[in-house]
């Protein structure tokens, strides 16, 4: 089956958020991305590039995008999605309407009429009263093991780190407004990339990898700290943060893994000297910056999938992190700690870790939330249950808040 697409520019304003509402696809920090609906295509990290090169785009017209997660599981293909319609905000400023379809006549009708759709002003959810009941999936007690037998692991020196996570469930009397919950991210977390993918809800604070041409990006954040909302308090959990040997081990093995994994695809690759101070809404992370040129053009995607897990959600060394995570965590990670974003048919593209997301029930009566947080040596398994829960309520917040 050949796929055609048509596109156009457009010169009005149009909120991504809006677009996706509850229903579609999503990935965008600071209003620049990707917003789609319905699905022309499936396919998946191996595939999507080169299906996407295979459209027969019109004349002139702007490249077709797709929308896609891999999971936690080292080597998974993850599931793509070519939506039938696409709306692309660049850094430049311009804003693309992007039809696809098997039939060309039908794609030229899609586009046709989301111009019209795209004008008319977008009703805001409206607000709801609703309760809400919370409480954990895998027990409390099974984390705090798994905590602990990461942390002797570590001291052993079986391994240098590993990432242990919890989930908990949400659930409503009514259904959740998920394009209210987007709404809310934007307002509170409008600089990390916030995504919706079939259920899959989130705000990650960090780019896991980007090509632009032959540019390659990472930006891995490990270690962290609360933020109060009190400057003074704040400013001293940071110089606490960047002087905390535990966070400083932690992060420099994400670090770490991240060059080695980019540098024989490079002809060269920066990297910060020392970890800055990345603040998010509720939480601090130290954070470094890399950036490299590739030798010869790459597919973010599969740069993507070498990257999942990096050790910020995995561990390392990898394998053996990964078995003992599932030797003792108790839970499916499924999506949680892959890796989410947009690809085009070049090989462009932009990917954030799968964090601070929530994972809705196809009725959106209930939603299963993740956090997590690396284990080296100096762990203390209370402190590292604290740390989730901070962790927690940026999806928490944006969930239950009417």
Known sequence: MTLHSCSQQIGFRVDLNDVARG?????????????????????TSLDVAAELRSIAVAEGSFSPRAIGAIPFDPGGSGTFVIPELTVVKSASGETNVV????????????????????????????????????GPITNVDIYLSAVAAARDAVRRGDITKAVIARDISISSDAPIDVHAVLLRLRASFGSSYRYS????????????VEVEGLTVRSNPLAGTTARTGDPSTDHAL????LASDKNQIEHRVVVDMVHDTLLPFCSYLDWEPEPSVVAV?????????????LTSAMPVT??????????????????????????????????YGGGIGWCDGH??????????????????RSARLF?????????????????????FQAMLSAIVRP
């Open 99 to 134: 039809a696809v379809s098997s039939d060309p006549a039908r794609a030229r009708e899609i586009l046709a009429s989301a111009i019209v759709d795209l004008g008319a002003a977008t009703a805001s959810p409206r607000p709801r009263a609703a309760t809400f009941d919370v």
């Open 302 to 335: 599969d740069l993507a999938r070498l990257l999942c897990p990096t050790p910020a959600l995995g561990g390392h060394p990898r394998a053996e992190a990964i078995e003992l995570i599932s030797r003792v965590e108790g839970m499916n990670r499924g999506l």
């Open 197 to 208: 993918f079939e259920g899959l809800v989130g705000a990650s604070p960090e780019l896991l």
């Open 23 to 43: 229903d579609g696809f999503l990935f965008v920090r600071d209003g620049i991305g990707v917003a789609g609906r319905g699905v022309a295509h499936r396919s």
């Open 281 to 293: 809404a509720n939480v601090q992370h130290l954070g470094t910056k890399v950036e490299g040129r």
């Open 238 to 241: 940071a110089e606490a943060l």
């Open 371 to 391: 956090a997590g947080g690396g284990i080296v040596a100096d762990s203390e398994p209370h402190a590292e249950l604290a740390e989730t829960q901070a962790k």
């Open 347 to 364: 090989g462009n593209g932009t990917f954030a870790v799968t964090i601070r997301c929530a994972e809705f029930s196809p009725d959106r």
